[in-house]
């Protein structure tokens, strides 16, 4: 596609639901970040996607969050029993990937996501 | 310590003078080095890339890196209104990832 497409743009769900979050990479785009970027404040490491390799899981904040990539295509970021502190924007970002300027960003527009 | 630190600012400059933003690392093996450009209510943008000891300048801004002190800095000349938002910095680590610091967040005023 063009640019990276994250669904949905807004989720609204109540405290202890399910929530799923996905995004649609740039075609050709090995790397696939996920950040979660609370208001007012920077860019929080979740996740990274690199190729057929294991994911570096080690932003995580907890076990209630988890992901997956299929391939060099979508992925889904997963939180279990969601909590009134999980609400923020969900930032996907793709990349080439192998370093250099190859590691430049593109983001997607982002979830903002609301546990009442 | 974070592995990348910036000042959040506000930093206030007024339109015609120069900006400059300052960012610090901890991994001395990092690689690759960003600034990122966040209107609010937007997602991030690429406005520079440096991975060489020195400067790279590309229009209005120059980016300026320093590995042995473990610093990168931008600095955007003739300031404009439109320049005002958040400048995130961006480091590719030696674990290949890509860690963004807290933001420095810029006003212009007219």
């Known amino acids: 596609g063009a640019g990276v497409s994250q669904s949905p743009s807004n989720k609204v769900t109540e405290k202890g639901k399910d929530v799923e979050l996905r995004c649609d990479p740039i075609s050709g785009h090995t790397a696939l970040y996920w950040y979660r970027q609370r208001l007012g404040q920077g860019l929080e490491f979740l996740i990274y996607?690199?190729?057929?390799?294991?994911?570096?899981k080690s932003g995580l904040p907890s076990d209630r969050f988890s992901a997956e990539r299929t391939g060099e295509s979508v992925s889904t970021l997963t939180i279990q029993r969601t909590q009134q502190e999980d609400s923020a924007v969900y930032l996907c970002a793709s990349s080439l990937g192998g370093g250099g300027d190859n590691e430049k960003l593109f983001f997607g527009s982002g979830t903002q996501l609301s546990v009442l | 310590q974070k592995e990348v630190e910036q000042n959040s600012g506000p930093l206030s400059v007024p339109e015609g003078a120069i900006a400059s933003l300052n960012c610090t690392y901890s991994d001395r093996g990092s690689q690759s080095f960003f600034w990122y450009r966040q209107y609010s209510g937007k997602s991030p943008e690429l406005i520079m890339f440096i991975y060489s000891n020195g400067d790279k300048e590309d229009g209005r801004f120059t980016a300026q890196l320093n590995k042995a002190s473990q610093y990168v800095s931008l600095l955007i000349r003739d300031s404009q209104p439109s320049d005002s938002a958040t400048y995130l910095c961006?480091?590719?680590?030696?674990?290949?990832?890509?860690?963004f610091g807290s933001g420095t967040r810029l006003s212009i005023r007219p």
């Open positions: 996607f690199q190729g057929n390799s294991a994911p570096d």
């Open positions: 961006a480091v590719y680590s030696s674990a290949s990832k890509i860690i």
